[in-house]
């Protein structure tokens, strides 16, 4: 949908907003300029996600060869999401989502660029790369809380599931498939290229975001403070069972997937390692992962068709435990690629339902608030689980670490018994009565 409208936000006129009365759309229709223009920022943006998260273990491989040293980078790059969530929240929804976005994309460029500089004057070291970790995982929470809560102000909330399929596409075939296999050979040429690449890309990202008219920051009627703000929207998170006890899964999902990932560059990478992958063949075991996600992004609506929602969300969480613990039970790369391209499709079907479903039933003025307390809850375990992980590591061994978290990830089926279709069907009828 073209978003001529967007530059009267302010007066309540995106859709889902009071006063708003979204109009019958036919699958069919175009989603319009901006959302492409939005979509081409994120290809650029998730790209260089893509090769910073997988550049950044590799080069502190090269400093330090502890696991809990290694996991720290991970920890460092995720503790944003458990000190600033809130606050992202708040800012959201009260400044222009899509200048946040601009302003965070700015900061990881200058981050990187400044790593890139001190790389290539020698002067690196693995405490500068805690650093510039942490200082992109803030913006990184910034950028993304923005990213989730503009899409409803770009299309109508009857586009969303398929808006966010084709934003989960590119964000995934970038961060995951295209990024990882590039920061490896990157990484191969030279520590130096490999920072200063992810901060080119966001750079074009920003200038994308700047292409894009409208306005995008939803009107308040009254003043109020930022501790306000907050309380608002965890209230509103934390009585509504749904929300909640999707945001718990996703974190217990989150928590283990870290601890995984955190310690798999030194079961993977290395002559002397289990895998004995070199940096790129590394960088292509996750890439199956995310070639999973990726066709699971176009064919989510095809599988919620057939299943139904909730259905399709449980078959998403007994998969994902079976992918988190898979190292556990084979070594070779083609068994866990396998399992990973499997578990991809899957993972892709539950973003999809569940991101479209939080849009769906969240007031727009909520929205930013409600997607930070969210994401608090699902990504908040993140740092703990990638200092989990890195502790395992030591005290029990690498294989233990997928062992433990594997059992873990599978306790998320106990939250099947509120993630039900009625409960789903409920929510959306609350949401329509009070537009």
Not at 29 to 41: K, R
Not at 84 to 100: E, K, M, N, S, T
Not at 239 to 268: C, D, E, K, P, W
Request: charged share 15%; aromatic share 8%.
């Amino acid at each position: 949908m073209a978003i001529g409208d967007l530059s009267r936000t302010d007066q309540r006129t995106t859709p889902g907003s009071p006063g708003h009365v979204a109009a019958p759309r036919r699958d069919a229709e175009p989603l319009g300029t901006s959302f492409w223009q939005l979509w081409s920022a994120s290809a650029a943006s998730n790209l260089a996600d893509g090769i910073a998260k997988l550049a950044l273990p590799l080069i502190a491989v090269s400093f330090t060869d502890s696991p809990v040293l290694v996991a720290g980078v991970a920890m460092a790059f995720s503790l944003p999401w458990l000190l600033v969530a809130l606050l992202a929240g708040a800012l959201a929804d009260r400044l222009d989502r899509r200048r946040v976005m601009v302003a965070a994309n700015t900061v990881r460029a200058v981050l990187f660029g400044a790593m890139a500089l001190a790389t290539a004057l020698d002067a690196a070291s693995i405490w500068l790369l805690y650093a510039v970790a942490f200082g992109a995982g803030v913006a990184e929470t910034l950028y993304d809380t923005s990213a989730q809560s503009i899409l409803p102000q770009v299309v109508s909330r009857d586009a969303l599931s398929r808006a966010n399929g084709r934003l989960n596409a590119v964000e995934l075939t970038a961060n995951q498939f295209v990024g990882p296999p590039l920061a490896g050979f990157l990484v191969s040429a030279g520590v130096a290229l490999a920072v200063a690449g992810p901060a080119g890309l966001w750079v074009v990202a920003a200038a994308v975001l700047l292409l894009i008219r409208g306005r995008f920051q939803v009107a308040r009627d009254t003043s109020t403070s930022l501790r306000t703000d907050i309380g608002e929207g965890l209230r509103f998170l934390w009585r509504h069972q749904l929300l909640r006890t999707m945001a718990v899964m996703v974190g217990i999902s989150n928590f283990t997937m870290s601890a995984v990932l955190a310690v798999l560059v030194l079961y993977a990478v290395g002559p002397d390692s289990a895998m004995g992958l070199t940096e790129p063949g590394y960088g292509l075991l996750l890439a199956t992962l995310a070639v999973g996600i990726v066709l699971g992004s176009l064919v989510a609506g095809a599988i919620e068709r057939r299943l139904g929602r909730s259905a399709a969300l449980g078959v998403a969480v007994v998969v994902a435990a079976v992918v988190v613990g898979a190292p556990a039970l084979s070594a070779n790369p083609f068994v866990v690629g396998a399992v990973y391209f499997g578990g991809g499709i899957l993972v892709a079907t539950w973003n999809v339902i569940t991101i479209s479903l939080r849009q769906r039933i969240t007031p727009d003025r909520l929205l930013g608030r409600v997607n930070s307390g969210y994401r608090l809850l699902a990504w908040g375990g993140m740092p703990l689980g990638a200092l989990t992980g890195g502790l395992l590591a030591e005290w029990l061994g690498l294989r233990a670490v997928f062992a433990v978290m594997g059992v873990l990830a599978f306790s998320m089926v106990i939250g099947l018994f509120w993630v039900t279709d009625s409960a789903i069907h409920a929510a959306e009828r609350d949401a329509e009565q009070q537009v």
